[in-house]
């Protein structure tokens, strides 16, 4: 499978997690509130620690955002291009963010598929503190209370990234709590790993069969059941639709290369490497 060389020594493990209680989360970001003081503020209101939410059919102005690009130093494996800004109403026809914190204030990462009024589709990286609602945007999603996505330096990728933490934290005890509250599994993957086949793992481990899975992430290339291949190694990607059944994962994906091309598709299992990092929100069911 592939691999991609990033700046410093791989960490001994691959992935973070951490159970919540899951929390069905359904507000409205204001009118000329920024993205992520909004989102922030609609998953503290309803008692979240950490969310993924649905932006779907936003309308936001002004609107910043970013693509996936090469690096220009051995600092790191990939980068991001220059900050695109369309005039007008930008129209966003699907988005998944995680809500979660960066020195104790909230943070927001999105990807995500938009339209400038009169223009073509797009997809990139949201910049949420540089994207203001438009009108009301309704959110939809789902919350976890006792799990949180923390901020953090990453030696590995020398990015600072989303970890998936226990709010609560027990020395060796991420265990999915005893509780009749719907439960959430807030988790986080680490590079050159196969993005289906370590999700199984992890639910493998946890007792989980079935659920929805939730998030946002980026690949190294792209192999499809059908179409054409993916060939970029850095990548901004949404989850469409993703579901665990019978211990197996399946990943309905939008996913943009650093040219701007737009693929569509349901992923193979064992061929989608992570390039920097997934960021997932898994919901049991049944």
Request: hydrophobic content about 40%.
């Amino acid at each position: 499978m592939r691999t991609i060389r990033h700046p410093g020594p791989a960490a001994a493990t691959r992935h973070a997690k951490a159970w919540g209680e899951a929390v069905a989360l359904d507000f409205v970001v204001e009118p000329g509130e920024a993205m992520e003081a909004g989102l922030g503020r609609g998953v503290a209101e309803a008692g979240c620690d950490a969310a993924y939410v649905s932006l779907a059919g936003a309308k936001l102005m002004p609107f910043r955002y970013v693509m996936p690009a090469g690096s220009p130093r051995p600092s790191h494996a990939a980068w991001y291009s220059e900050t695109f800004a369309p005039q007008g109403v930008v129209t966003v026809e699907e988005a998944g963010a995680i809500v979660g914190r960066r020195d104790g204030a909230p943070f927001v990462h999105c990807h995500g598929a938009w339209r400038p009024a009169g223009g073509a589709l797009a997809m990139g990286h949201m910049l949420p503190p540089d994207s203001f609602a438009a009108e009301p945007v309704r959110v939809t999603g789902i919350g976890l209370r006792g799990a949180a996505f923390e901020s953090r330096e990453d030696p590995e990728t020398n990015f600072r990234l989303f970890a998936a933490e226990p709010l609560k934290r027990k020395p060796n005890n991420a265990a999915r709590p005893a509780s009749d509250a719907p439960q959430g599994l807030a988790l986080t993957l680490r590079p050159n790993q196969d993005v289906c086949l370590a999700i199984e793992a992890v639910c493998r481990d946890e007792g989980i069969t079935r659920a929805r899975i939730h998030g946002i992430g980026s690949l190294n290339e792209a192999r499809f059941e059908e179409g054409p291949p993916m060939n970029s190694y850095a990548s901004e990607l949404l989850i469409r639709d993703g579901r665990l059944d019978d211990g197996r994962v399946r990943l309905d994906v939008a996913v943009v290369a650093m040219d701007g091309t737009i693929f569509e598709g349901v992923l193979v299992r064992g061929d989608n490497p992570v390039c920097v990092t997934f960021e997932l929100v898994v919901v049991p069911e049944g």
